[in-house]
């Protein structure tokens, strides 16, 4: 069973910077497609970056300042974040895409989750 397991969140004044791990365990499929996203409160959830197959994208709003990095021996991806606002402000979460069987439905490009973890920035 695949599991997303996000850590490094916390409380920091802006200006500040915090690195976010996410660790992937339990898949049989390569760590192609991962990223990370966030969902403020009241917001929609939105994508900070994203590896695809190599290409690196950022949302423009991080650009400069979140850099997206990858230990494949590990099975990890890091999100490093500088310069924080107070705008940064909410739950990070890490997704993979992959295989997924239920027993009765195939999904090629199944969308795996973490449980999300908390950055606040404050001014």
């Known amino acids: 069973q695949v599991q997303v397991v996000e850590s490094g969140g916390g409380l920091v004044q802006a200006g500040g910077s915090l690195r976010l791990s996410c660790v992937v365990s339990g898949n049989t499929f390569s760590l192609d497609v991962i990223g990370w996203y966030r969902q403020a409160p009241g917001k929609q959830r939105e994508s900070v970056a994203i590896i695809n197959d190599g290409a690196i994208n950022y949302a423009d709003s991080v650009k400069g300042r979140f850099t997206i990095s990858r230990a494949n021996a590990k099975n990890t991806v890091y999100l490093e974040m500088n310069s924080l606002k107070v705008e940064d402000t909410a739950v990070y979460y890490c997704?993979?895409?992959?295989?997924?069987?239920?027993?009765?439905?195939?999904?090629?490009?199944?969308?795996?989750w973490g449980q999300g973890t908390q950055v606040t920035v404050f001014s």
């Open positions: 997704k993979t895409v992959g295989p997924h069987y239920d027993g009765t439905w195939y999904d090629r490009e199944y969308d795996y």
